[in-house]
Structure formats: C-alpha cells, structure tokens
C-alpha cells in the first residue's frame, strides 16, 4: 500500500533555529528602544521568564504563519487592541526594528519574504487597533 503524504512548502524557506534567532533578537531591541521598550514592559514586565514564554509564544506564531505548522493559538488583534499604551504609529517602529533584524540575520531572500508577511500582518493590526478605538458614528480613519 503506497500512502502519499503531502507536506506543504514553507512559504519562507527558514527554520525553527532562524524564527528563534529572530525573535531573540528583535526583542533585545525592543527592550532597548526608547519608545517602544516601555510599552512591553509594561505589559510583559522585566521578569526574564516572561520574556522567555512570550518569545517562545511569538516563535509558535511565525512558525505557523511561515512553516505552516499549528502550534499558535490566540488572537494577536485583541491582544494589541486591548493594550491602550499601543498606538497605530508605533507598528512603522516595530516593523522597521523587525526588518532590522530580519536582514541582519537572513539572508536577503527570505528576510524581503518575511519582511512582507510581517508588514501585511502589522497594516492588518494597525487597521484593527484602529477600527476598534474608533469612535462609535464616525467615519474610518483612511491614512
């Protein structure tokens, strides 16, 4: 009997030992950005530990959106949403520490296909921390 297992091409040819890396990374400069560092401190502390697990959470969540695997679970929107301290502008901050990052670490080729994916996600999350803070009645915010 011949079984056919179909496995799905990453759509960005990284590893497990690459999202960590940049994951570690990335957050070793958020925590030292002027702007943006007391913000997760405020949410996640200074506690190394929780650092640890919240960098853990976000490798499960590139893992799955890069290498198609299934071990995220959570709603990134409501998180971002529920934290008033974050600001639609600090998404251009982020995402330019994280493209930082990505071409420090990667290759060009897989940090230009990452860095779109993360700016696809961070325009979503921007128009919902938007769209959510909105005033009942009045018109979106189109910018």
Known sequence: MD??????KPRVPVTHADIDEVVGKFYERVRGHPLLGP????????????????????????ANALLYENQYSGNPMMVHAGISAIKPQHFDIWLGLFEQTLFSVLEHEPALL???????????????IEQARQRSGQPPSLR
């Open 114 to 128: 990452w860095s779109e994916m993360a700016r696809r996600i961070g325009r979503g999350l921007k128009l919902g």
């Open 39 to 62: 913000i997760f401190f405020a949410s996640i502390s200074h506690d190394p530990d929780l650092w640890r697990d919240h960098e853990a959470k976000i490798a499960r969540f590139w």
């Open 3 to 8: 079984i056919h297992v179909s496995v799905r």
